[in-house]
C-alpha cells in the first residue's frame, strides 16, 4: 500500500524552516528517524570517515514498496503528518518530508527496501534518479548515503573536523539510545563500535553503554509526580559529575528535548554536593499530556516549552533531593589499575580526562593565600570496569554516614578512620568547613537577627567609583541589620554589624561590602547567605586547622556526621574518602593470592 502522502504546500512551507541537511549528525539524524517510524526494533549506523565518505543505516522495519521507494525522494513527500496539528503534539518524530530530497539532492544513494517479499533497489545521483530495479527481498531498508556536498563543494568546506563530526553524532545517537532503549542501536565508524545497545528497554543498560558500568552503578534511580507530570529516571552520585551539561538528558513523551530551566533546577538541586560547575549525569523521562507543552518545531531544534513550568520544577527539584539525601554517599578510593580505562571509545565527555582540578580554584586559591599544607589536586578519573555487572552494588548506599572511628592524624591535614568495613581518611580542613557552613547558615536564616556593637567602629575607604555604588546600595547592609554610615570622603563607618559574624570580623565586614558592590542591584539573600557562609567557614576551617587530639577528632566526626550534607565541603569538595576491607587487600595484592586470617 501506499503510504507516503504528498504533503499540503501550507504545510510544507511552515515546516521547511531554514535548510535541513547541515552536517553529517542531519543526515543520520533523518535517516534513523525514519527506521524509527518505519517501527524497526534494529538499527545499525555505519560510518565512513564520521560519515563524510559514507553513512549507512541498516534497519529492520516494514520497509517500502516500489512506488514509495521512488516517491521519497521527491520534495514534499512525507507520511508522518497527517494534518497540521500533529505539527503540535509529540506523536511523531520525524516530519521533514523534503529532507530525504535535500539529502539526495547533494549525495550519492542506494536504498534496498523490501516489505518482505519483492526488494526494490534505487541508486540517485545528485538527486537525479539513476536506476529503479529489484532488490533483496529481507524485510527492512539499507539506505547508504555517500561523498556528502559531492556536488556542492562551497557546503563541503563548512564541514567541521572529523572528531566534531563524529561527536556530534554519537552524542545524537546516545540520546536516541536512552529515549529508545527497547530499540537495539548500533553506531560504529570505520568498523570500530562505539555505542551498542541491546533494545532490552532497560535504560540502565543503555546508561552502562554509553559511560560504562561505573558509572551506571553509581546512578540513582528516580521517581515522582504531581497532578500533571510523571517523572522517573536516573541521576548520578553527586560523586560523579562531568564538565559540561550534554549529559543531563531529558526526555519528554519519549522525544531528548532541551530545556534550560530543566537543567539548572536539577543541577542548583546537587549545590554543595559537588562543585557547581560540574554537572551530574542524569537521563529524566517525563510524561506528560502533550497539551501540556509546545514543543519548537524548527526542524533542528528540540527545544520545549511547559505551561505548568513552576510546578514540573518544583518536583524535579524535589526529586533530586530526596534521591540524594539520606543516604551514604562517601566516594570510594579508586584501586583499580588505569590501564583498563585507557583506551576508550570516542565520547564528548571523555574530554573530560584532561581536566584538571580547576573547578576547585577559588578553595585553593583561599589555601594557597593561608598557605595551608598544598591540597593534593583532585583527580577526576573515568573508571570504567567492564566486568562488573551492574546489579551487584557492594555498597550499601541507604542510611547515613557511617560510625567511624579516628586512628590517628596525617601532617595535621587528613584524619584516619576505621569501622569493622574499612578505612576512611577525612579532610580536616573541608570536614570543619562543612559542619561551619551548616551552623552559619542557620543563623543567617534565623528570623531576628539581631546585632552586635562594634567596641571600635571600622571605617573603610572605598574608591569614588564603589562609594557610589555602596551608596545606592546601603539599605541592603542596613536589612542585614549593619549600622552603616557614611563618614567623611569615601568612606563608610560600621558600627554595628549581625550577630552571626563571629571570628575574624573586620575581614568578614569587608568581604561583605565587597559581595554588596558587586552584586548591587542583582543582590539576592539566598545567595548572598550562600556566598557569606562558605566564606566564613573556610576562614575559621583554616585557623583551626592544627594538630588535633584524639577527643577533637572524635567530636569533629561527629559534628560532621550530624550535617545535612556531610560529603562535601561547601565549595563540593569531598570530606571523607573510603577504602572497603576488600580495596585494601586488592591494593597489598592480597586477595585471590592468600587468605588472610
Ligand atoms: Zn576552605
Ligand atoms: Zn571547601
Not at 530525504?100 to 544513494?109: D, E, G, P, T
Not at 510523571?230 to 541521576?235: N, P, R
Amino acid at each position: 500500500m501506499q503510504s507516503i502522502k504528498i504533503m499540503d504546500e501550507i504545510l510544507a512551507n511552515k515546516i521547511a524552516a531554514g535548510e535541513v541537511v547541515e552536517r553529517c549528525a542531519s543526515v543520520v539524524k533523518e535517516l534513523v528517524e525514519n527506521s524509527i517510524d518505519a517501527g524497526s526494533t534494529e538499527i545499525k549506523v555505519e560510518l565512513k570517515e564520521a560519515g563524510t565518505k559514507e553513512i549507512k543505516v541498516i534497519d529492520n522495519g516494514k520497509g517500502m514498496g516500489k512506488e514509495d521507494a521512488v516517491l521519497a525522494f521527491s520534495r514534499h513527500a512525507t507520511s508522518k503528518i497527517k494534518d497540521e496539528d500533529d505539527l503540535y503534539h509529540l506523536a511523531t518524530l520525524g516530519f521533514r518530508g523534503e529532507a530525504l530530497a535535500s539529502i539526495a539532492a547533494v549525495s550519492k544513494v542506494d536504498l534496498k527496501t523490501s516489505e518482505g517479499s519483492i526488494g526494490t533497489h534505487v541508486i540517485i545521483n545528485g538527486g537525479k534518479i539513476k536506476e529503479v530495479g529489484k532488490g533483496d527481498a529481507r524485510k527492512g531498508t539499507i539506505i547508504t548515503v555517500s561523498e556528502l556536498f559531492y556536488n556542492t563543494p562551497a557546503r563541503l568546506k563548512h564541514m567541521k573536523s572529523l572528531y566534531t563530526e563524529l561527536a556530534s553524532i554519537t552524542d545524537y545517537m546516545n540520546k536516541l539510545a536512552l529515549s529508545r532503549p527497547d530499540i537495539r542501536f548500533t553506531l560504529s565508524n570505520n568498523d570500530n563500535i562505539s555505542l551498542q545497545t541491546d533494545g532490552s528497554g532497560n535504560q540502565l543498560k543503555v546508561i552502562k553503554s554509553i559511560h560504562g558500568s561505573d558509572v551506571a552503578r553509581k546512578m540513582i534511580k528516580v521517581a515522582g509526580e504531581n497532578d500533571d507530570y510523571s517523572v522517573t529516571g536516573y541521576i548520578s552520585k553527586p560523586e560523579i559529575h562531568r564538565s559540561s551539561r550534554n549529559n543531563m538528558v531529558t526526555i519528554v513523551n519519549g522525544r531528548v528535548v532541551r530545556n534550560i530551566d530543566i537543567n539548572r533546577v536539577i543541577n542548583d538541586a546537587y549545590h554543595s554536593y559537588k562543585p557547581d560547575n560540574r554537572y551530574p549525569i542524569t537521563v529524566l523521562n517525563i510524561e506528560v499530556d502533550p497539551s501540556v507543552i509546545d514543543v519548537n518545531i524548527h526542524p533542528t531544534k528540540m527545544d520545549i516549552k511547559f505551561s505548568k513550568k513552576d510546578t514540573l520544577l518544583e518536583l524535579l527539584k524535589n526529586i533530586v533531593i530526596e534521591a540524594i539525601s539520606h543516604r551514604n554517599l562517601i566516594p570510594k578510593a579508586e584501586v583499580f589499575p588505569k590501564e583498563k580505562y585507557e583506551n576508550l571509545s570516542l565520547d564528548l565527555e571523555r574530554e573530560s580526562k584532561i581536566i584538571t582540578n580547576d573547578f576547585y580554584k577559588e578553595e585553593e586559591k583561599v589555601l594557597e593565600n593561608y598557605l595551608i599544607k598544598e591540597e593534593e589536586p583532585y583527580q577526576v578519573k573515568e573508571n570504567i570496569e567492564n566486568d562488573i555487572e551492574i546489579s551487584r552494588d557492594e555498597e550499601n548506599n541507604e542510611g547515613e554516614m557511617p560510625e567511624m572511628y579516628p586512628v590517628g592524624l596525617v601532617h595535621g591535614t587528613y584524619i584516619i578512620c576505621q569501622n569493622e568495613k574499612g578505612m576512611y581518611i577525612i579532610d580536616q580542613h573541608a570536614a570543619k568547613e562543612r559542619c561551619n557552613y551548616e551552623k552559619f547558615k542557620k543563623e543567617m536564616g534565623r528570623p531576628n537577627v539581631s546585632s552586635i556593637a562594634l567596641l571600635f567602629p571600622i571605617i573603610i575607604e572605598l574608591s569614588n567609583n564603589d562609594f557610589i555604588i555602596l551608596k545606592e546600595n546601603m539599605q541592603i547592609l542596613k536589612d542585614l541589620k549593619f549600622n552603616v554610615e557614611e563618614f567623611g570622603i569615601n568612606s563608610v563607618i560600621v558600627k554595628e554589624h549581625p550577630a552571626w559574624i563571629t571570628g575574624d570580623v573586620e575581614y568578614t565586614i569587608r568581604k561583605i561590602i565587597e559581595i554588596v558592590i558587586a552584586t548591587r542591584k542583582d543582590f539576592d539573600i539566598e545567595k548572598f547567605n550562600e556566598k557569606v557562609a562558605t566564606m566564613m567557614s573556610c576562614k575559621k576551617a583554616i585557623k583551626a586547622n592544627t594538630n588535633i587530639t584524639m577527643e577533637e577528632m572524635e567530636a569533629l566526626i561527629n559534628d560532621l556526621r550530624k550535617c545535612k550534607n556531610p560529603y562535601n565541603c561547601p565549595h563540593g569538595r569531598p570530606t571523607t574518602i573510603y577504602y572497603s576491607n576488600y580495596d585494601l587487600e586488592k591494593l597489598f595484592k592480597r586477595s585471590g593470592f592468600d587468605t588472610i586470617k
